[in-house]
């Protein structure tokens, strides 16, 4: 997207403090940090939203995020940090280029949880109706059974392998006991050492 400022600092035209590279994303702190060491993490490729991207390479996106976050509250002397993503208008995102935030935290930095982002009423009675909505559309969604199907043919392909394996090392014991069999027994050496 040509007027993307996240595009832009993709292409080299805007500066940006880079703190990591790689061919398909890209980590630079906030020019405007909630807190020291305030880091945005973007995939280099244009998508306003999560649920846009591919999902083979949000698995690489969220790799970054979890090696960034042992590093950056680290490196500027913290242990804790908030991982956040504001995904989609009304959730707060001010640049439409997907990005994660990075907020090292700090002992009474005058911060909120993320809980303390949003305060809806919602009735306690109301938690089961929701919660079986949302199994509902989760049982009905293609992007779950594409997800179950392709984790059960891991499994498959993970016991055939499990299964050859252990095929081929009986073989090779049992071959190893032919070859062991065919072999004369050689008891010089061991009268050797009980009269020397």
């Given amino acids: 997207m040509p007027d993307c400022i996240f595009c832009k600092i993709v ?3 805007i500066p940006a403090l880079k703190v990591y590279e790689e061919s398909l994303n890209l980590a630079f702190l906030d020019i405007n940090p909630s807190s ?4 945005i993490i973007i995939p280099k490729k244009h998508y306003q939203k999560l649920e846009e991207m591919p999902e083979e390479e949000a698995k690489e996106l969220f790799s970054v995020i979890f090696r960034l976050t042992k590093i950056i509250p ?3 002397g913290t ?3 908030n991982i956040g993503i504001n995904n989609g208008k009304f959730a707060g995102q001010e640049v439409p280029h997907l990005h994660f935030h990075i907020v090292p935290r700090f002992e009474r930095d005058n911060g909120l949880p993320i809980q303390g982002l949003v305060r809806m009423e919602v009735k306690k009675e109301d938690l089961p109706k ?3 909505k949302i199994k509902k559309e989760i049982e009905d969604s293609e992007v779950f059974k594409e997800s179950e199907k392709s984790e059960e043919q891991k499994k498959e392909k993970s016991e055939e392998i499990k299964e050859e394996s252990t095929k081929s090392s009986e073989r090779e014991w049992q071959e190893f006991n032919l070859e062991e069999q065919d ?3 050689n008891y010089s050496e061991v009268r050797r050492e009980e009269f020397y």
Avoid at 36 to 39: D, K, P, S
């Fill in 36 to 39: 020291l060491g305030h880091t």
């Fill in 183 to 185: 072999k004369a027994p």
């Fill in 79 to 81: 242990t804790d940090c």
């Fill in 130 to 132: 929701i919660a079986e």
């Fill in 11 to 13: 292409r080299g035209e």
């Fill in 74 to 76: 680290k490196s500027v």
